[in-house]
């Protein structure tokens, strides 16, 4: 495989060295994904508490199962976004610009696998504020203001 790897190596050199400060080039990263999936979260939260499990119809057991399954996995997937922009975006040199950084994304993660677990309005909602708090910040970085926008 070294001899290949040589081989190609010679026969189609780099024509210049490149770098990154990520482990993807700049403006790949982007907290608009948990934002989504964490309105996901809220939605099906919402409509959770809405249900009327007292209506006695199967349709409402199959319709909680659907909300559940969706909330969990929205959940999961904002966790996986946000520890990925936690971990591969930011840098030490980010905590000086914003010494509760760690914090807050520790706070978000939590919230994420709190959300999973039960079904909370409040820690929804919370959710969303911090991950707003995250858009926030990260824009910062970028020296740019972004608007928080929300599907809903």
């Given at each position: 495989?070294k001899i290949?790897t ?19 080039p700049?403006g790949v990263?982007d907290?608009?994904s ?7 979260v ?7 508490l809405?249900?009327?499990p ?12 659907r909300y ?15 520890l ?6 930011f840098?030490p040199a ?6 509760d950084?760690?914090?807050t994304?520790?706070q978000?993660?939590?919230l994420?696998s ?8 409040e820690?929804?909602?919370?959710l ?7 858009h926030?910040?990260f824009w910062a970085t970028?020296g ?9």
């Amino acid at each position: 495989m070294k001899i290949l790897t040589a081989k190609i190596k010679q026969l189609f050199p780099a024509k210049q060295v490149v770098s990154a400060h990520c482990d993807g080039p700049c403006g790949v990263y982007d907290p608009a994904s948990a934002r989504i999936a964490a309105e996901a979260v809220l939605s099906m939260t919402k409509k959770i508490l809405a249900l009327d499990p007292s209506d006695g119809k199967h349709a409402t057991a199959n319709t909680l199962s659907r909300y559940v399954a969706i909330k969990e996995e929205q959940a999961h997937l904002a966790k996986t976004e946000l520890l990925v922009l936690w971990t591969d975006y930011f840098k030490p040199a980010h905590l000086a610009q914003f010494p509760d950084l760690h914090d807050t994304f520790w706070q978000a993660a939590k919230l994420c696998s709190a959300v999973k677990v039960e079904v909370s309005l409040e820690h929804a909602e919370e959710l969303m504020a911090t991950i707003n708090k995250i858009h926030s910040m990260f824009w910062a970085t970028k020296g740019r203001d972004v608007t928080f926008y929300v599907a809903s």
